[in-house]
Nanobody, 124 residues
Framework: QIQLVESGGGSVQAGGSLRLSCAAS????????VAWFRQAPGKDREFVAA????????FYDHSVEGRFTIARDNAKNTAYLQLTSLKPEDTAVYYC?????????????????WGQGTQVTVSG
């Protein structure tokens, strides 16, 4: 069964950048839709970005569009989230999630495998 491990989080100042990685345990990574969600203290989990099987389809929440970029390298069984122009309100635990169907890209309830999360902290 697929396992996901996030890495790359850290603490940066506003305007800085980070690249998050999501490493998958399977060699059939191209059969999974991958998404990133985040959850800040006191807030609900929210959609950040998603990418289709081959990387040709992407979705972004309006709050990050133009600043974050989702990508994947199926040969490395890894997905990425490039975060630039970071703001304090981006502070959250970021989670990688996967699913195999095309029911919805943006709703967390359709994703059935989740990583442990990686902390992103942005100071003003």
């Amino acid at each position: 069964q697929i396992q996901l491990v996030e890495s790359g989080g850290g603490s940066v100042q506003a305007g800085g950048s980070l690249r998050l990685s999501c490493a998958a345990s399977v060699r059939t990574f191209s059969t999974y839709v991958v998404a990133w969600f985040r959850q800040a203290p006191g807030k609900d989990r929210e959609f950040v970005a998603a990418i289709g099987y081959r990387g040709r389809t992407t979705f972004y929440d309006h709050s990050v569009e133009g600043r974050f970029t989702i990508a994947r390298d199926n040969a490395k069984n890894t997905a990425y989230l490039q975060l630039t122009s970071l703001k304090p309100e981006d502070t959250a635990v970021y989670y990688c999630a996967t699913k195999t169907d095309l029911s919805s890209y943006t709703e967390s309830r359709y994703y059935n495998r989740w990583g442990q999360g990686t902390q992103v902290t942005v100071s003003g």
